[in-house]
């Protein structure tokens, strides 16, 4: 068993407060250069209406940052620009996280452009997109350069990202549903939002009672509620994962100074179990029970772990012992074995790399160690606080378990070898925090650690979803509600 320091391995709660924070509060964008779009604002005298508004973000009450947004309005179209700013700290390392945004739409609100960035550090990652024709031309960029794509919009109307200037022109009505769509560049996907009108609600704020309007949002199979005052401003979201949004005025925002903890993602989102293992990454085989898993949620069940009735039970899997890559039906494979923005596994500088590591001979168990030890050596281990692209891994060889479980993935995926990645829990030093690793086909599906150096993933690796980050964010639905008790481990 490989020794990595405790400080440096559990990280995926970062890419949930730093994505899921993100897609909640309206996806900060920031305007491109000059003549990026086709479709601009006309210039400042021709601005009819300016409105700039800000908000504290809090987790747990606790705040760790803000965002203000501007909205311009013309004769036919309108301008939404927003900024926002998020303290993550992590073992004494503190991150600032910087999102900014323009979404630019007709005056029905229907989008017609929009440019995303993100910066964390040396990472930004930069999504711009246009409308023509019923799709969306879209360019993102990272370090290691640009990648275009298109994406059909489908029959639905598709809307500005900032949700609650959308509810605020919609004039909703009471059980009425509006159905929409947005893109949601970090993922690279096309999202589907319902939003709806759900009465009026007293609500106390900084000293204040107010008379509130209450909007709904559904977006990936959870809840978000927006409460507006009289005069249809919002002066309050409510999200899951303990994430709200208070309108304050921007002096009150400049309290929150550059440099301050933040979120402490430990100490938030960490779950102390009743009882303990005393040999977690040498358990082969464990039995937990859970509470806090709600009748909606479809907890996974596989042939390395069971789940019923409240009852976990994960038992460590051997690889095939008579399997060949040659036998792998790749239209049954497909999502396994195909190349994405996260993992581009068809790059000839992750498909030459791969070959340099396991060499020219036949793929066997032990080609997928070297490409396991080749991360494990090569990969610095440190808290990394953006989105995992493989390629920029290669580039920068530092990460947490995110970026690691992405490039193992694509280098596995580029020499034929179906690879998942998961997302779930794993023990150490007495609580489970959450994680990411991964699953390899080698003749059953094996569940292995390139941050932990596990050829086979220890019993205490508990998954709870598997496939893209709109997949992922679904364990939202848990965080903050599990309950964990030991019940056996070997």
């Given at each position: ?32 250069k000059?003549g ?9 005298v021709?601005?009819l ?10 987790v747990n ?5 803000y965002?203000?947004s ?10 939404i ?14 991150q600032?996280?910087?999102t900014?945004s ?29 409308i023509?024709n ?5 360019t993102t960029?990272t370090?290691?350069?640009k ?6 919009l ?13 509810a ?11 159905h929409?769509s947005i893109?949601?560049?970090t ?43 009289k005069d249809?401003q919002?002066?309050?979201?409510s ?7 208070k309108?304050?005025?921007l ?5 929150f ?5 933040g ?15 005393a040999?977690?990454?040498?358990t ?8 806090g898993v ?6 996974h ?6 789940y019923?009735n ?26 396994f ?30 080609s997928?160690q ?16 953006s ?10 060889r530092v ?38 690793w ?7 599906w ?7 150096g ?18 992922f ?8 509600q ?9």
């Amino acid at each position: 068993m490989k020794k990595v320091r405790k400080s440096f391995f559990i990280f995926l709660a970062l890419i949930f407060a730093v994505w899921v924070i993100t897609l909640f509060f309206a996806l900060k964008y920031v305007p491109g250069k000059k003549g990026e779009t086709e479709f601009v604002l006309p210039t400042d005298v021709d601005v009819l209406e300016r409105d700039v508004s800000g908000y504290g973000i809090y987790v747990n009450d606790e705040k760790i940052g803000y965002t203000i947004s501007k909205e311009e309005k013309a004769e036919s179209s309108v301008r939404i620009s927003e900024k926002s700013f998020m303290n993550i700290s992590a073992y004494g390392v503190i991150q600032e996280i910087t999102t900014y945004s323009v979404s630019v739409a007709d005056k029905d609100f229907n989008l017609k452009s929009f440019h995303f960035e993100i910066v964390s550090g040396e990472h930004i990652v930069k999504t711009s997109g246009v409308i023509k024709n019923d799709s969306i031309y879209l360019t993102t960029e990272t370090a290691v350069g640009k990648k275009s794509s298109v994406f059909a919009l489908g029959d639905k109307p598709f809307v500005p990202a900032s949700l609650e200037r959308v509810a605020q022109e919609l004039k909703l009505m009471e059980d009425s549903v509006c159905h929409y769509s947005i893109f949601e560049p970090t993922s690279g996907q096309i999202v589907d939002i319902e939003i709806w009108k759900e009465g009026k609600e007293t609500i106390e704020l900084n000293g204040k009672t107010y008379e509130t309007d209450v909007v709904k949002v559904l977006m990936l199979d959870f809840i978000s509620t927006l409460y507006f005052d009289k005069d249809g401003q919002l002066i309050f979201e409510s999200s899951p994962m303990g994430i709200t949004m208070k309108r304050e005025s921007l002096d009150e925002i400049g309290d929150f100074a550059e440099g301050t903890p933040g979120l402490k993602i430990f100490e938030t989102y960490a779950i102390y179990p009743k009882g303990v293992i005393a040999n977690p990454r040498e358990t082969h085989h464990l039995v937990v029970e859970l509470q806090g898993v709600g009748s909606g949620y479809k907890f996974h069940n596989d042939e390395r772990q069971k789940y019923s009735n409240g009852m976990v039970t994960i038992n460590v899997l051997e690889p095939g012992s008579d399997f060949s890559t040659d036998d792998v039906d790749k239209s049954k494979f497909a999502p396994f074995l195909e190349s994405t923005n996260f993992i581009p596994c068809d790059d000839k500088e992750i498909v030459d790399l791969a070959k340099e590591i396991v060499g020219n001979s036949e793929l066997t168990w032990e080609s997928v160690q070297c490409i396991m030890d080749w991360i494990f050596k090569n990969i610095r281990k440190s808290p990394t606080f953006s989105i995992p692209y493989a390629k920029e891994v290669l580039k920068t060889r530092v990460g947490d378990c995110n970026e690691h479980s992405v490039l193992f993935a694509a280098l596995t995926r580029s020499i034929g070898i179906p690879t998942k990645v998961v997302v779930g829990i794993v023990y150490v030093d007495g609580a489970f925090y959450y994680h990411a690793w991964n699953e390899v086909y080698w003749g059953r599906w094996v569940a292995c650690d390139p941050v932990f150096g596990q050829y086979l993933a220890d019993a205490t690796h508990i998954k709870l979803e598997e496939g893209t980050l709109l997949d992922f964010v679904k364990v939202v639905h848990l965080v903050g509600q599990l309950n964990i008790k030991i019940v056996k481990s070997l």
